[in-house]
């Protein structure tokens, strides 16, 4: 059935609710060519200020993952667990995590993406070890799957392609920030991944696309039943990013403390994450008797991980790429650090050369910020705090600015500082 635009566009703009007919074509028309980008950002703009209901949510996920290929993992003889994050700084989880899950037996099939402003990416964050590919054909994502038990590579052109598109869009026309659309953007490349279970990260604070816990709570629950009415068995948990995530944030950076973990070490908030979203994993795979924790201690999930870079042409012993120069901010005061804000860390990274402005930008593999302390933490007055890297003196100035007012060292510890895990949502 053919519609008009310009008539869904309006009906949107005076609150109405779009009928299921009108979001399947309109999403076609759009993948196609024949709704043009100004109308299709119209639509946008309507739906970032008045919202869709429940149904109409559902509706333009289904259509977003019929405009492409879905994936099928049902032959596999073990079942399939993922696991997504909203994104944040310093979040490396799924490094450590996808390898570890694999190890207590279940197949990780992840389709990621690469950082966009001050969030990294997980590609870009694999791409600095020497050899290692992001893309593959479907055949060698089977291939990887098979060998390792885990696959973390780029989505095909062919998935979700409304996406793709839409998300373009949106990300020049102001309206990134819908719940709705949010939540159908992400969940229709998860849907359409094939995944029989998916754990959502759901990150809250200044470091995240949610800043307050209403915000993520609502994005969680929008996720988590569109997940469920998929047939895909879905759980979230909200999660700190009011401070960075570990004590490295770039991409060279972030997989060494990775390998720290994958080692039986590393920081206690990543190890505690990354613990907390196997169990997760594990139970909405239907695997229990696994201990996650063994695996990190007893090389199982480090063994996973040498066979799923491998696979992927990549030297688990290669050398990673550093940065040329450095340099070190001391605390000021002695006293606690009782704030470390994640936004500010996130862009002085960002600024370093570890993410990129635009989609072709280039990044710095080894740039990006070693933490020596993180909030709560006791702190002498001359002690080293922040280690920036990058490749480029000159690149410190402007770092150095978004880091100014993101640390404080005071008499106590700040109460607001929020819980690592805040809460949990299932369908
Ligand atoms: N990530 C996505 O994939 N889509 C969004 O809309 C926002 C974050």
Redesign the pocket.
Known sequence: MGFDAVEIITIKRDRGELSTPQIDWVIDAYTRGTVADEQMSALAMAILLNGMNRREIADWTQAMIRSGERMDWSHLDRPTADKHS?GGVGDKITLPLAPLVAACGAYVPQLSGRGLGHTGGTLDKLESIPGWRAELSNEEMLAVIRASGAVVCAAGTGLAPADKKL?AL?DVTGT?ESIP??AS??MS?KIAEGTGSLVLDVKVGSGA?MKNVENARELATTMVALGTDAGVRTVALLTAMDRPLGRKIGNTLEVEESLEVLAGGGPADVVELTLRLAHEMLAAAGISGKDPERALKDGSAMDAWRRMITAQGGDPDGLLPQAAESMTLTAPASGVLSRLDALGVGVAAWRLGAGRARKEDPVSFGAGITLHAKPGDIVREGQPLITLHADETARFERALQSLENAYEVSAASDPGLLPLVIDRIEG
């Open positions: 909203t998300y949106r990134v659309l949010i953007s992400i490349k696309f």
